[in-house]
């Protein structure tokens, strides 16, 4: 059996916690001793987040070895492989298409055996509604907490923060019309931004404007009433 190994840290804080990459190595290639395997090479990625897969280049170089000995990728923890349920069954898609397998170590997964598929999949469709649920749940806190004028993020501009409410800012409630009346007017969002530099206000944080801000000012639910009352 061949084994392609893969490691990754993101932070130095990782490795104190006792999952640096010699601690993952070490794994990897203890279990392909046990496994009678030979070991061809364990790849790493050290301080690059977990994230996007592209990204990764000890990662790419991993699974295309792998796939092309049709080898066995292992992995100290599906978490080290990737931080996203949908990338990680691609990565398994991949290795499967190619006869190749892949194991994690942490969460004893291997799908050389049926049994392992399966479980690798249960698995791989809990994660991903749990993590549905918690997106659920913080969408709903934040629908409640804007609601009711609780501060949720970044105090959005057309309000102060007193304590933990927003409270109308009147002067910029009056430009955030003005630049509904202008986007009313088929005015670029560059364009607002535009005129308002040269005119001298400043955003929220105090810099410049740009087409972003404008865009996310104009999506935010907290300006619906003064949408309903600015003349077209």
Request: net charge positive; aromatic share 4%; with cysteine.
């Amino acid at each position: 059996m061949k084994v392609v190994g893969y490691t990754r840290v993101s932070t130095e804080e990782q490795a104190r916690e006792g999952i640096s990459l010699q601690t993952q190595r070490e794994k990897i290639e203890a279990w392909a001793h046990a496994m009678d395997g030979e070991l061809l090479v364990v790849e790493e990625d050290a301080g690059i987040s977990g994230k996007l897969l592209r990204t990764r280049n000890g990662l790419q170089r991993a699974l295309e070895l792998a796939c092309d000995r049709k080898a066995v990728l292992v992995v100290h923890s599906l978490s080290r492989l990737s931080r996203s349920t949908r990338d990680t069954l691609a990565v398994a898609e991949r290795l499967d298409r190619a006869g190749a397998d892949l194991v994690s170590l942490t969460e004893k997964i291997d799908t050389t055996s049926a049994a392992g598929k399966m479980v690798f999949r249960m698995l791989a469709v809990l994660n991903e509604f749990e993590r549905d649920q918690v997106s659920e749940r913080t969408s709903a806190i934040l629908q409640h907490k804007k609601s009711r004028l609780e501060v949720y993020s970044p105090t959005p501009f057309g309000f102060r923060r007193v304590g933990d409410r927003l409270i109308a800012e009147a002067s910029e409630q009056a430009l955030v019309q003005q630049i509904l009346r202008w986007r009313q007017e088929k005015l670029s969002l560059r364009g607002i931004a535009s005129r308002l530099n040269m005119a001298g206000i400043p955003s929220k944080s105090g810099g410049r404007w740009h087409a972003s801000t404008i865009r996310y000012l104009l999506a935010n639910d907290l300006h619906r009433d003064l949408r309903a009352t600015t003349p077209s």
